[in-house]
């Protein structure tokens, strides 16, 4: 088989390394794929090609992919999804893997997601949605001011404002429906009621009518130790989180993805890819605050390194729609990601550092280190982005994982590093 992944960060580079491991991949483009990514192998030796086409240039894509005929395309990141690749793909015959624009709107809009996890009886937070301002802060007025306040729309993860107070929730509604810091993605945005509990991540692969729930993992948001400082897209993850027995999270998974699959059927929405549920688990049990409709990203770098199933099988039998006939099948081991992040990241940073240490890195025992944002080849990378690789190892138990990641972590320098010390903390008490 010929592949097209599509994505440039550390979830792409889990998606490529995983998916090259399979004797079905002859051939494999990444668009457009990052310094790590360019060095990957299949199993015929034939190096993975990065192509120079960013993942939101939809036209471009397509021209490349018709002129290339990958038997299949697989998309990491949302915003492709919420533009309309897969349907754009579809009408030209090619094959690609990933939600349509239609079952996208999981992620793409909060307000969609809300609505439906009301109408079809998901466990969720206590919310509203608004698009004026007044009857925004009388709700948030009615929940103490203790709330989270979301816009709408895709806004580089950046959209979510948690309020402890009526003034800070005023505040939040403002910056979002009136002074547009969100823009259009701003327009409409939901209200939840301040949840508290552990935060996990569930994952689900699904075909239209079957789910297959993966195990569970736990991101740390926040850039700082202790979960202070900004919320990033992630700096780091560990699977299994030990927070679930395997009997409750199966549990967790019916009460969440039984009437997902019900709502999705009413609703005509036809999803195949990942649906990615963010659950709080509260002292009432288990509630989704947002779902997004991919991989997560530090997740998959944990979730691959532990998945003993043929990656291409997998996602052929999502797309076919024959999932059920299919097993998946996890390591027992415990898989931890450390990101190692830009100076400045979440906010600005500088790029174009050299980054040392990663052939060290790379050489030790059940350790793999994934590019995010890196650029250049051999012996000269350079960081590239906020998130700039996210070091991941494996071991039979959490305290060796962690351990084997940050002895990875020790060896890789560039200028202002800066990464948290605290990954996979909460799950040793
Ligand atoms: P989201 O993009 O919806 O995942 O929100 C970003 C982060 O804000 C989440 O990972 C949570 O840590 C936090 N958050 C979102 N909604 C809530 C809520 N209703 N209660 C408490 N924390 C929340
Ligand atoms: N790890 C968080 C996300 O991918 O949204």
């Excluded at 203790?146 to 402890?164: E, N, P, Q, S």
């Excluded at 993805?257 to 509260?282: H, Q, S």
């Excluded at 998959?300 to 999502?318: C, G, I």
């Excluded at 081991?333 to 790379?362: Q, R």
Aim: with cysteine; proline share 5%.
């Amino acid at each position: 088989m010929k592949l097209l992944v599509i994505g440039s960060g550390g979830r792409e580079h889990a998606l490529v390394w995983k998916l090259a491991q399979s004797p079905h991949v002859k051939q494999m483009w990444c668009a457009p794929g990052n310094a790590g990514i360019a060095q990957e192998h299949l199993t015929s030796n034939q190096p993975v090609e990065c192509v120079n086409l960013s993942a939101e240039d939809l036209p471009k894509l397509l021209s490349f992919a018709q002129e290339k005929k990958p038997d299949l395309v697989v998309v990491g990141p949302d915003n492709p999804l919420a533009l309309g690749i897969v349907d754009l793909f579809q009408q030209h015959g090619l094959r690609i893997w990933g939600p349509n624009q239609k079952a996208a709107q999981f992620e793409s809009s909060k307000v969609f997601s809300q609505n439906f996890m009301e109408k079809y009886g998901i466990p969720t937070a206590q919310a509203g949605t608004f698009s004026d301002e007044h009857s925004a802060k009388a709700f948030a007025t009615l929940l103490g001011g203790r709330c989270a306040v979301k816009a709408d729309g895709l806004a580089l993860g950046k959209g979510v404002l948690i309020c402890k107070s009526v003034a800070e929730a005023n505040q939040a509604i403002d910056e979002i429906l009136v002074s547009k810091a969100f823009g259009v993605a701003g327009a409409k945005i939901v209200i939840q009621e301040l949840l508290e509990g552990m935060e996990i991540s569930l994952h689900a692969l699904c075909d239209g009518k079957t789910a297959k729930l993966f195990p569970t993992a736990q991101d740390h948001k926040r850039a700082l130790d202790g979960d202070r400082g900004l919320n990033t897209g992630g700096m780091g993850t560990y699977s299994p989180a030990p927070f679930l027995n395997d009997a409750q999270l199966a549990d967790v998974g019916r009460q969440i993805l039984n009437p997902w699959l019900k709502g999705c059927a009413a609703e005509g929405l036809d999803f195949r890819g990942i649906i990615y549920p963010g659950v709080m688990l509260t002292k009432e049990g288990p509630k989704v605050i947002e779902f997004n409709a991919r991989f997560g990203d530090p997740e998959a770098q944990v979730y691959l390194t532990r998945l003993e199933n043929d990656l291409v099988e997998l996602l052929d039998a999502s797309v076919n729609g024959t999932l059920d006939k299919m097993e998946l099948r996890w390591s027992p081991m415990t898989s931890v990601c450390v990101v190692m992040a830009s100076a400045g990241y979440p906010g600005a940073y500088a790029k174009g550092k050299p980054i040392a240490g990663l052939t060290e890195a790379g050489q030790l025992p059940h350790t793999k280190v994934f590019h995010a944002g890196t650029t250049g080849s051999g012996k000269t990378i350079l960081t590239n982005g906020g998130r700039v690789v996210g070091v991941t190892a494996w071991a039979a138990d959490l305290p060796r994982a962690r351990a084997a990641a940050y002895t990875a972590v020790e060896k890789i320098q560039f200028d202002g590093a800066q990464f948290r010390h605290d990954i996979a903390a909460k799950a040793l008490g």
